[in-house]
């Protein structure tokens, strides 16, 4: 008698190849949109006081900024290891691949607060001028979502780490902090030449 091909086996956890839960989706479309009207109103602000803007980006670090973007593109490679080394059964890889995103992304946050510290050393502070304004919201919202997305990422690096099995729930968890943090690295993808690069 052929099995059945649709079946699930009771050993194996069904549907591996889920990307994530779907109220992660809900979430990443309404945080897109509210970053792509900030991305908007900065563009429009700029285009208006281009002189200001310009003057203003040029004493922004741009090594800080290029670091910190192959930070994150290297932080979303091990994260896309760890999400295959879960559908394999394999928590040590998993848990090993987490560890060296999680690291990535604390070196993202030391840098961002030495950035900040220099910034506000040097008296450029939220009130400077409309620039400014734009550079602490976008990099600061984007830091908090950081964060968040590096405290899961922990989180999983230590519950994953003598998993020698991994169910639908665990696998929807670990594909949902994936695709967040794929957002939070596309997001700096675009905040990085729109504050740092943008002639």
């Known amino acids: 008698m052929r099995a ?18 779907e109220i992660i989706w809900v979430f990443l479309l309404g945080d897109m ?31 800080y900024g290029v670091v910190n973007t192959m930070l994150l593109l290297a932080s979303s490679w091990f994260v896309v290891g760890a999400v295959a080394a879960a559908r394999r059964n394999s928590g040590k890889t998993c848990s090993r691949m987490l560890a060296w995103a ?23 502070t939220f009130g400077s001028n409309d ?32 998993q020698s099995e991994f169910n639908e729930a665990s696998l929807l968890s670990i594909s949902s902090t994936a695709i967040y943090w794929h957002m939070v690295d596309l997001l700096w993808i675009i905040i990085f030449p729109l504050l740092y690069l943008l002639p």
């Open 102 to 124: 999680s690291l990535c992304g604390a070196a993202f946050s030391v840098i961002k607060y030495f950035e900040y510290s220099e910034k506000i050393a040097a008296g450029l």
């Open 131 to 162: 620039f400014f304004i734009f550079y602490y919201v976008l990099t600061g919202i984007h830091f908090a979502h950081l964060l968040v997305g590096l405290s899961l990422l922990c989180y999983f690096c230590f519950t994953t780490r003598l």
């Open 33 to 63: 949109s509210v970053f792509s009207l900030f991305f908007c109103a900065y563009l429009n602000n700029r285009t208006s006081t281009l002189e200001l803007f310009q003057q203003s980006q040029s004493l922004l670090n741009v090594n």
């Open 4 to 21: 059945n091909p649709n079946s699930t086996d009771p050993g194996k956890a069904p549907n591996k190849h889920m990307l994530g839960e």
